[in-house]
Structures are given as C-alpha cells and as structure tokens.
C-alpha cells in the first residue's frame, strides 16, 4: 500500500482554447505554474479524442480515436510527477449525441471544443508524488 497526506494549497479555475489538445495543455500548465502534485477536474466538450486503454494479459496501452464530437461528462485525475516532469493520469468519460458513452484513459489528440477546468494543488513541501516503473505490470505506478 502507498499512502501520503496532502493539504490542498490553492485551487486554479479557468479554461483551455478551442482546439487545444487537453492532455497537453494540463501538462504545459503543470510546468508553467510548476504543479507537481495534484488533482484534476475537466468538463466541456469535444471536437474528437483519443482514449487508451490498459491490456492487462499484453500489459501494455492501446488506443482508439473518434473523429466526432462529444460532451466530457467526465475527466478526473492526478497530477504526480515521473523522473522530473508533470506525469498527468486522468480517466475521461465522453458522451455523444446519441447517449453512448466512451472512457478510458486522455490520450494526447482529444481536442477540445470547449473545458472548464479545476485543479488542486497539493502543498508538497518536502512530499513528492512520483512515479515508477512497475516491471511485473509494466505501469507507471506511485511509490
């Protein structure tokens, strides 16, 4: 088991542009601001995204991409770091406009149309949430 306290030392609200690529722009905003731990929040919608999922017996990603537009229903995730650079993980939830739903893990590709976004910042002072290489399932994992 890993477990580490974390106060929250300020939350950040806004958006990203039209077109932005979410996954990049979460980790371009991580740098910028210098966040390395953290938890994030995104609703709005899409122009098309990129989903991975994990296979387990291949232990390794796989993604699919949909070329349409859908709403966020939901994107929660973490903001950790991995040997020195923001490392965002977030599972993103997306509906069309049939009702079917998608998830999986953000991928880099999923543009936005529109976001507004939350993140906690974590006050870290002498705490770090970092990532490492787990050989037996081959993921990137907190230690």
């Not at 929040?41 to 859908?70: L, T």
């Not at 939901?74 to 991995?82: D, E, F, L, P, Q």
């Not at 999923?110 to 990532?131: C, D, H, M, P, Q």
């Amino acid at each position: 088991m890993f477990v580490k306290g974390f106060s929250v030392q300020e939350t950040l609200v806004g958006s990203f542009d039209h077109g932005d690529d979410l996954l990049l722009s979460l980790k371009q905003l991580c740098k910028e601001r210098d966040i390395s731990a953290g938890r994030i929040e995104v609703i709005g919608s899409v122009e098309e995204a990129k989903i991975k999922y994990f296979y387990k017996k291949r232990k390794m990603f796989d993604g699919v991409f949909y070329r349409k537009s859908m709403e966020i229903v939901s994107c929660i995730g973490t903001i950790t770091t991995h040997e020195g650079e923001p490392f965002i993980h977030c599972h993103i939830s997306l509906a069309d406009h049939e009702g079917v739903l998608y998830g999986g893990h953000l991928a880099e590709g999923t543009r936005l149309y529109s976001s507004e976004f939350n993140i906690a910042v974590y006050e870290y002072s002498g705490k770090t949430l970092e990532r490492h290489h787990d050989a037996e399932s081959n993921l990137l994992l907190l230690k």
